[in-house]
């Protein structure tokens, strides 16, 4: 069995060729871990939301046995920094490059056309058009270029305010200098779309969203906080946003029957045209979503917190 699936090369592709791309693949066990391990997945069904290692088993099989230098690789990630099904998705993310790189380039995707409808929309795609649209322009460059710098001096100015009242409610006792913080689950959001940004979440969040919780987004202005948020109101169950603007942090709610019907359930918020030129030039882009599992049904005040670093 080949150590990948043979749908990812041409009908055409010679044995030869297969041979060429199973040697390529004994490279891999040379990559340092840490650069291993932040490979970037270039098909749906290998990013993290989608990946089932369970289709790929007999092939990783396969591709342990070919190079017994991959298991002193699988010896240095697993369990120590990644599970075994995160070091296999990760594999094939590496193995599909690898052999793609030894054929013709696969095509690039369609373009989005831009619209009056598409610009109506206000979302991701809607970005994604308008870059296509202007992006090799030397002023929507150089203005893409303004609105970043703007966002983020912005970001900055809100940051050193807010670290000001949070040193004043120190102070006085209101909040505690060193608060217990949840480890966050980040989300690498760059070159994905909105709709592959909330499958990460959801799959990261279980049945949390059936049974009630608060979910809080954070990330830089342009990061596509809005957009994601807008997204998880019609994928989640009775599911509302809210937006504390200065802090630019989302909240998700979905209020349980049982013991929350009391608490808000809602939290987006609105999505900004400057916002998504700014994120065409920034290369460096995250969300972090931290999740509030439900309270226990005699207590509606203690929550049992759950954070992910997305």
């Known amino acids: 069995m080949l150590p990948y699936p043979p749908s990812w090369l041409p009908s055409t592709t010679t044995p030869v060729q297969h041979r060429q791309a199973v040697a390529a693949l004994k490279s891999l066990s040379s990559v340092e871990p840490e650069r291993f391990l932040a490979v970037r997945a270039p098909l749906p069904e290998l990013e993290a939301a989608l990946w089932d290692f369970n289709d790929y088993r007999e092939r990783a099989s396969a591709a342990a046995a070919l190079d017994v230098g ?4 699988v010896y240095k990630c697993v369990p120590k920094r990644v599970p075994e099904a995160e070091f296999w998705r990760c594999f094939f993310c590496w193995a599909y490059h690898t052999v793609m790189s030894l054929g013709p380039a696969p ?14 929309a206000g979302d991701s ?9 202007f992006g090799g322009d030397v002023s929507f460059a150089a203005f893409a270029q303004a609105e970043m710098e703007d966002i983020l001096k912005r970001d900055a100015e809100d940051g050193e305010k807010l670290a000001a009242g949070i040193t004043m409610a120190v102070e ?4 505690q200098a060193n608060p ?9 959001v760059l070159g994905k779309t909105a709709d ?8 990261a969040l279980g049945d949390a969203p059936s049974m009630g919780c608060v979910l809080v987004l954070q990330g830089l202005s342009g990061t596509g906080k809005g957009t994601t948020c807008s997204l998880l109101e019609q994928k989640l ?4 946003s809210w937006s504390n603007g200065n802090v630019r942090s989302k909240h998700l709610t979905r209020a349980r029957s049982s013991c929350c019907d009391a608490r808000p359930r809602g939290v987006a918020m609105p999505r900004t045209l400057a916002g998504g030129l700014g994120r065409m030039l920034t290369l460096k882009n995250h969300l972090h979503a931290d999740a509030l599992c439900p309270c226990p049904t005699n207590d509606t005040m203690s929550m049992a917190r759950r954070s992910f670093d997305l």
């Not at 095509?107 to 109506?120: C, D, F, I, T, Y």
């Not at 217990?180 to 690498?188: C, M, S």
């Not at 169950?237 to 509302?240: D, E, F, Q």
Request: aromatic share 0%; with cysteine.
């Open 196 to 203: 592959a940004v909330c499958q990460e979440i959801i799959k």
């Open 172 to 175: 006085k006792g209101v909040l």
């Open 70 to 73: 991959l298991n002193r690789l």
């Open 180 to 188: 217990p913080v949840e480890p966050l689950t980040r989300i690498d």
């Open 125 to 133: 795609t809607a970005t994604s058009a308008i870059i296509d649209a």
């Open 107 to 120: 095509p690039e995707p369609p373009k989005q056309v831009l619209s009056r409808a598409v610009l109506e």
């Open 237 to 240: 169950p009775r599911c509302t």
